[in-house]
């Protein structure tokens, strides 16, 4: 039986320390750490400490979402690319800090100049994640990579994990957005069962909401076009429920997490 968790963002930007607090008080037993600020404020050795003993005290496994907006570990500029991994490695110490399971990252992003090197791009970034990764090992967290819908992301396919994890030569597993998913599902021809099938040892992670894209201003479909959403998470669930270790709940306030809550009892998958 997979672990409920929820995303820290039906909190944000409010304390992350009250989202700590709520989530345990509707009954979740992980939560997905936002990193952002001024949700998770980074400048505070004392709120980090804080952070720790609140886990501690409401007996909250934790995992920590880094944002991927403004960071590449696949940029061809040296700085953006440094910048990148210097960020990484600072919300990784962070994870250490306050006793996070798992910490998800966005691998990397591939524009022009990257398109152009691909494969001197490609071999950088897998240069500068793995001492991020035997890192992360070392110190007993499990690092994920987000699937994104777009089409100059590392990871767009399940698959996708597979090479990634194999170019590094250390596993990294995959923190499944269904919402990304059926982006991609739709826009393309795609051999769900085979991709699923393939990537399953690598999906311990789910991150599951209603909204269809619940990385922006967040709105629901309707209609037939809800069904057909809520049809394919439904699929999508069943079928990696024997291996998910964890299903993380986004949403944008507490009615969005107890609706969603809701309908993942009555259909049975917790």
């Known amino acids: 039986m997979p672990v409920l968790g929820v995303c ?25 750490i936002f990193a ?12 980090v400490e804080k952070v720790r003993e609140v886990l501690f005290e409401y007996g909250l496994d934790c995992s920590l979402k880094i944002q991927g907006y403004t960071i590449n570990p696949a940029a061809t500029n040296p700085n953006l690319r440094r910048k990148s991994i210097e960020e990484i490695e600072y ?5 250490e800090k306050i006793g996070c399971s798992s910490v998800i990252i966005r691998a990397g992003m591939f524009f022009y100049s990257e398109r152009v090197f691909k494969a001197r791009a490609y071999q950088t970034m897998i240069e500068s994640l793995r001492p991020i990764i035997e890192r992360a090992h070392s110190a007993g967290i499990k690092m994920f990579a ?16 597979i090479k990634l994890s194999r170019a590094l030569k250390q596993r990294i597993y995959l923190a499944l957005n269904i919402a990304h998913l059926y982006d991609v599902y739709k ?10 099938k393939a990537a399953k040892p690598y999906i311990q992670m ?3 909401s209603e909204y269809m894209n619940p990385w922006d201003y967040p709105h629901k479909l309707n ?7 809520t049809e394919f998470m439904l699929s999508i669930l069943k079928k990696l429920k024997r291996t998910i270790g964890t299903i993380l709940i986004v949403g944008f306030s507490p009615e969005d997490i107890e609706n969603a809550k809701k309908f993942l009892m009555s259909n049975e998958i917790i």
């Open 8 to 32: 820290s963002i039906f909190m944000y930007p409010k304390s992350l320390l009250r989202a700590i607090k709520y989530a345990a008080e509707m009954g979740f037993r992980h939560i997905n």
């Open 36 to 47: 952002f600020p001024p949700h998770f404020k980074e400048d505070s050795d004392r709120f």
């Open 91 to 95: 919300w990784l110490s962070v994870a």
């Open 146 to 161: 987000e699937n994104y819908p777009y089409p100059f992301d590392v990871t767009i396919l399940p698959t996708d994990i």
């Open 187 to 196: 826009a393309r021809k795609l051999n769900l069962d085979a991709e699923l």
């Open 206 to 208: 789910v991150y599951f």
């Open 223 to 229: 209609g037939e076009n809800f069904r057909n959403y």
